[in-house]
């Protein structure tokens, strides 16, 4: 199963940054008895592989080399490919550019790479379907992409307006058919989707059935310096000792070090 990742947006704002901003260190991890930074898209990673995905691959820019470099071939026991998105065009057209990697037959995981969610393996409840998506509850729905069921029916996915349901989608599953079913849709759209939720409203109004899952219990967008430290009070409570074990890339060892990202001399 692939892990999708896509890592080239511009981060604006959390900015400045001197790095990716898939690498803001949120939390921490234990190394050999040593605690040290956590990259933030390190979280998702995790997930993607509690979830199933063996293969990962992170959609970047031009610009993003440093993610190359920070997790190298490997994280924990997936392997890890990389794909160009030349500018950032929405996540439509990030998901469908991993289409160059991913296999027809292959089930395909997605996920936002600042985000911070549990419980961890919640991935593992997506059923077998060509569409699902994991929901969480949240306060403001309106600035998510909130999503309507009948039943556990996918009817309509309200993309950040005031919505009529609580439950937003955090992560969604497709199978191989799903994918190339949803890609070729977008494609006939003229590519205009910029997100995935006008898509599969287009894809429900052709007859596609899309499923949500209500096994999510907290998600935070850490793209806002607000998110970031609700994201800091999150991690606090939910990792023992304020600390969690990580799965180790596979970047060499001064790329896997998050205290590169130095500005003016202060850790970020």
């Not at 190359?68 to 490919?81: C, I, M, P």
Request: proline content about 5%; charged content about 20%.
């Amino acid at each position: 199963m692939w892990g999708i990742v896509p890592a080239a947006g511009r981060g604006s704002r959390i900015q400045p940054l001197a790095f990716s901003k898939e690498l803001l260190p949120v939390g921490s991890q234990r190394d050999d008895g040593i605690d040290r930074p956590c990259a933030v898209s390190e979280y998702l990673l995790e997930r993607l592989i509690l979830g199933g995905a063996d293969k990962i691959c992170f959609v970047i820019s031009p610009g993003k080399s440093d993610i190359l470099e920070y997790f190298g071939d490997h994280y924990g026991s997936a392997q890890l490919a990389y794909v160009v998105q030349p500018d950032a065009s929405g996540l439509c057209d990030a998901v469908f550019r991993a289409g160059t990697v991913v296999g027809h037959d292959e089930d395909i995981l997605v996920g936002l790479p600042d985000t911070v969610w549990f419980p961890k393996a919640a991935l593992q409840a997506l059923p077998a379907a060509d569409l699902s998506f994991l929901l969480f509850p949240v306060e403001h729905p309106e600035f998510f992409d909130a999503v309507v069921l009948d039943g556990d029916r996918v009817t309509e996915i309200q993309v950040k307006q005031d919505a009529a349901s609580k439950w937003i989608w955090g992560a969604f599953k497709m199978s191989g058919n799903g994918f190339r079913e949803l890609q070729s849709l977008w494609t006939k759209r003229e590519r205009r989707d910029e997100y995935f939720g006008t898509l599969v409203n287009a894809y429900i109004a052709a007859g596609g059935q899309g499923l949500g899952v209500k096994a999510g219990e907290s998600y935070v967008d850490v793209g806002t310096i607000d998110g970031y430290r609700t994201a800091m009070a999150l991690l606090a409570e939910s990792s023992p000792g304020n600390g969690r074990s990580r799965l180790l890339a596979g970047g060499s060892s001064e790329a896997a070090r998050p205290a590169h990202a130095m500005n003016n001399g202060v850790t970020a």
